[in-house]
């Protein structure tokens, strides 16, 4: 089988000690691919190198809410859109609103993400949105943007809003919260939603499924989400895995050989 991990912060300092096991072991667990969202400007660099140097890694660029004061704007919205000119990533992301952290002015996370989905549409290029608490206010403003489509990371909205983001051409992440016994909103969103519609991932380092709730997160993990999802939704782990691999696939706009189309 073969996993696509679309959620994972591999190039960050949890895994500069041991990433090569790390990769080395997702592959032998089945985890062929994996897409790397930025955070902030400082990060670029390395991200983009650690992703040439490996044909299964791919990179997203963007600023991540949730570190808005860090970000230096508007000079890294401007830097964004040379990167990405020189780069051309998959995606632009990690963006999005985060209105469970009350400190967090909404907003100047607005304007963040206007100019960020500014950017992916003038590119042509999916989104990797992190909503928490906002997913209102994201539907609003996808509405303003001719996007082709993107990732919800980490979903844990309605089904009625699962089904905007999917008018819009998102698929929803389900990562290691679905593996929780007592997850039952996640369970039933995983089994309620049409399989097109999901894809995985781990966003490791953080968001540890329930047997590694106490240590650092790796997408070598991803095999357990896959089982707990063939589980709940009474399919094989096959079917599942190539058809979330498949939608991870058309999103990011990767052929089946691994190259970008």
């Known amino acids: 089988m073969e996993l696509f991990d679309t959620h994972c912060h591999?190039?960050?300092e949890a895994f500069d000690q041991d990433r090569p096991r790390v990769l080395?072991?997702?592959r032998a667990a089945g985890v062929r691919r994996l897409l790397i969202p930025a955070i902030a400007r400082p990060g670029w660099e390395r991200l983009c190198n650690l992703c040439t140097a490996d044909d299964g890694l791919y990179p997203a660029l963007g600023l991540h809410p949730v570190f808005l004061d860090q970000h230096a704007l508007p000079d890294d919205l401007t830097a964004l859109e040379d990167f990405v000119?020189?780069?051309r990533p998959v995606a632009i992301g990690e963006i999005g609103l985060d209105y469970q952290l009350r400190q967090l002015d909404r907003r100047r996370q607005q304007e963040l993400l206007e100019a960020q989905l500014a950017i992916a549409e003038a590119q042509r290029l999916p989104v990797v949105l992190h909503v928490r608490k906002a997913h209102d206010a994201m539907l609003a403003t996808l509405q303003?943007?001719?996007l082709p489509g993107g990732f919800c990371h980490a979903f844990n909205g309605s089904?009625?809003?699962a089904q905007r983001y999917l008018d819009q051409g998102f698929?929803?992440?389900f990562g290691g919260m679905l593996t929780y016994p007592n997850a039952r909103h996640l369970h039933e969103l995983a089994t309620a939603l049409p399989l097109s519609a999901l894809v995985l991932e781990t966003d490791a380092p953080d968001m540890s499924g329930f047997c590694h709730r106490y240590g650092r997160n790796s997408p070598e993990w991803l095999p357990e989400v896959l089982a707990v999802l063939a589980e709940l939704r009474e399919e094989t782990a096959e079917t599942i895995a190539a058809q979330t691999t498949s939608n991870a696939k058309v999103v990011l706009g990767?052929?089946?050989?691994?190259?970008?189309?």
């Open 85 to 87: 000119q020189r780069h």
């Open 24 to 26: 080395a072991a997702s």
């Open 159 to 161: 089904l009625q809003q």
């Open 171 to 173: 698929r929803l992440g």
């Open 10 to 12: 591999l190039d960050i």
């Open 254 to 261: 990767i052929a089946s050989d691994g190259a970008s189309a």
């Open 144 to 146: 303003h943007f001719d």
